[in-house]
């Protein structure tokens, strides 16, 4: 069984996954997360819709989404560029935040193959799973593979 549609979408984020976090200092000049690179550029070469989101500039702008795609956004697809990142699209405006609770999330623990080891476990996941998260049942998945020679 194949995934399709929103299954085939993978949101990730910018800073901590491809890009170092600057701590305050210019977003132009964060270097890159060598590895987060490699795995986004491999995810956008499977076949996924790759969906960049960041934060970028909401705390320096007060969470006016104005603001930071008329400060930064322009900069981030330079950095995407320059860097080599393979994207469908980008978008700025993710609340800023400590922690992020979410049903669908998988966590970049480093710039490594162990840091990235529950994204693949994920991913791989996502063939078993609907649109909507949902794992499929073995009677879907019976159904399903049974147009599969």
Not at 50 to 58: C, E, K, N, Q, S
Not at 97 to 123: F, H, M
């Amino acid at each position: 069984m194949g995934i399709e549609g929103s299954s085939k979408t993978i949101v990730i984020d910018c800073d901590g996954v491809i890009a170092a976090r600057n701590n305050g200092r210019s977003y132009a000049d964060a270097d890159p997360l060598s590895y987060g690179v490699e795995q986004v550029c491999k995810l956008y070469d499977m076949g996924y819709e790759v969906i960049l989101y960041t934060a970028r500039y909401g705390d320096r702008e007060g969470g006016n989404i104005h603001m930071q795609y008329q400060r930064g956004y322009q900069e981030w697809l330079q950095w995407l560029e320059k860097n080599g990142v393979k994207y469908h699209k980008a978008f700025m405006g993710k609340p800023s935040g400590a922690l992020y609770i979410d049903d669908k999330a998988a966590r970049v623990r480093g710039n490594s193959q162990s840091g990235w080891q529950e994204v693949w476990k994920e991913v791989v996941d996502l063939k078993y799973k609907d649109k909507n998260g949902s794992h499929y049942t073995q009677e879907q998945l019976n159904y399903w593979d049974s147009f599969v020679d």
